[in-house]
């Protein structure tokens, strides 16, 4: 069997972009089909997936959708969603429109009652990202996706749930309000469904979304895609930091403007912001070239993060290392002969996703499923190499 030197890993992890030859950049099929699914059985919420008709293709990215609606209206069939499902199926991507829970217009008129409606909307959000995954293991990639390939996008409130769902973390949160609506549904992952399964995803799309707090988004993150665009006239989500619809009751949320000029001073550089000067709230949406210019912008943007070539396992060599126990449920065990001094973590498409410094035992527990490259950097920069496979 053909073997290729583990010395040509990182550069194949690299160079992978040039293999996709147009995939995923431009409409390479004209058919789409949407099928419907329920995605929680808790909440029976139900998501419309749509593919290309004649793919055959099955490692594509995924790219989740909530649309907006302000949290108390709005559908999965809207025609912002409807347009970016069919967008991005015909380059070749899967793409998912959800349903979330909404709460009632009443709840607007109350801060508590409106925070617990977010959260019941970002735990949906990470329930459907963990269906996606449980499809993976349990139905044999029933819908041909890269789970190390997961993007969340959103619409308004649908990009609010988008960016919380790729940058929140539950160490990170500072405001007691925000963590007790967060702990009624039982933590961060929430109520609604397929546990189990990571809800992490590569990277976010905020269509006029915004965040909770900036401080959300770390440098330590900075392998992440964040992808904005935002009016910086929007009266119903701020462009800067304020509350939203213009409500003194309202939790203040932080959009497209304030997110940019927090990541340019930590030096977040995987954030790519298009500016609608003077525009509204979502003024792609209704169609025209407004909209064709958002769709464009995040096409081009996330096409370059893109895996576009897996590396097979057998094609790897492997060399002086042994991790124990393999398979392992999570944390494993370092042995080598070798003087180490960083530890990296890799996807087979080459993504890394995990550095540490002189440790002998490693936690990927917080990871998918699946097979890992585990590579060690001795004290003259010499690398070696071990395949770990994660249950």
């Known amino acids: 069997m053909k073997r290729i030197l583990v010395s040509l890993f990182l550069v194949l992890s690299i160079s992978v972009n040039a293999q996709c030859d147009g995939r995923y950049q431009e409409e390479i099929f004209n058919e789409v089909s949407v099928s419907t699914v329920t995605y929680s059985d808790v909440h029976n919420l139900q998501m419309d997936i749509y593919q290309a008709l004649g793919d055959t293709e099955t490692h594509r990215p995924l790219l989740i ?8 209206a709005g559908i999965r069939t809207n025609p912002s969603m409807i347009a970016l499902g069919n967008a991005f199926a015909k380059r070749g991507y899967v793409v ?21 409606g977010v959260a ?5 959000g990470r329930a459907a990202v963990r269906y996606f995954r449980k499809t993976v293991d349990l139905e044999d990639n029933l819908y041909g996706i890269d789970e190390n390939q997961i993007y969340f996008g959103g619409n308004s409130a649908g990009g609010v749930i988008a960016v919380h769902a790729a940058f929140m973390q539950e160490n990170d949160i500072t405001d007691p309000a925000l963590l007790a609506a967060l ?9 609604s469904g397929n546990d189990g399964y990571s809800s992490e995803v590569r990277g976010a799309i905020s269509l006029a979304g915004a965040l909770a707090d900036v401080n959300f988004i770390t440098i330590d993150e900075n392998d ?3 992808i904005s665009c935002h009016g910086d ?13 213009s409500s003194a009751i309202l939790p203040e949320l932080c959009g497209g403007g304030a997110i940019l000029a927090h990541t340019e001073s930590i030096g977040f550089t995987n954030h790519q912001h298009l500016l609608f000067e003077g525009a509204g709230h979502v003024p792609w949406e209704y169609g025209g070239a407004t909209q064709d210019d958002m769709i464009d912008f995040v096409s081009d943007n996330l096409y370059p993060a893109l895996d576009c070539m897996t590396i097979g396992v057998e094609e790897l060599a492997v060399n002086n290392i042994g991790a124990f126990p393999n398979p392992t449920n999570g944390i494993f065990t370092i042995k080598t002969q070798n003087v180490f001094t960083q530890i990296s973590v890799y996807t087979l498409s080459g993504t890394k996703v995990l550095t540490l410094g002189n440790v002998k035992t490693v936690n990927i527990q917080h990871l998918p499923k699946g097979i890992y490259m585990v590579e060690l950097v001795d004290v003259k920069q010499q690398k070696s190499y071990a395949r770990i496979v994660k249950m």
């Open 65 to 72: 959708l909530a649309h907006g609606g302000s949290f108390v």
């Open 96 to 116: 998912a429109s959800i349903s979330y829970r909404l709460m009632s217009f009443f709840d607007l008129l109350s801060s508590e009652a409106a925070l617990n």
């Open 120 to 124: 019941r909307a970002l735990s949906d």
């Open 224 to 226: 992440k895609l964040l």
């Open 183 to 191: 702990n009624t549904l039982g933590g961060i992952e929430g109520d």
């Open 233 to 245: 006239a929007d009266d119903v989500v701020p462009y800067s930091c304020g509350q939203p619809l």
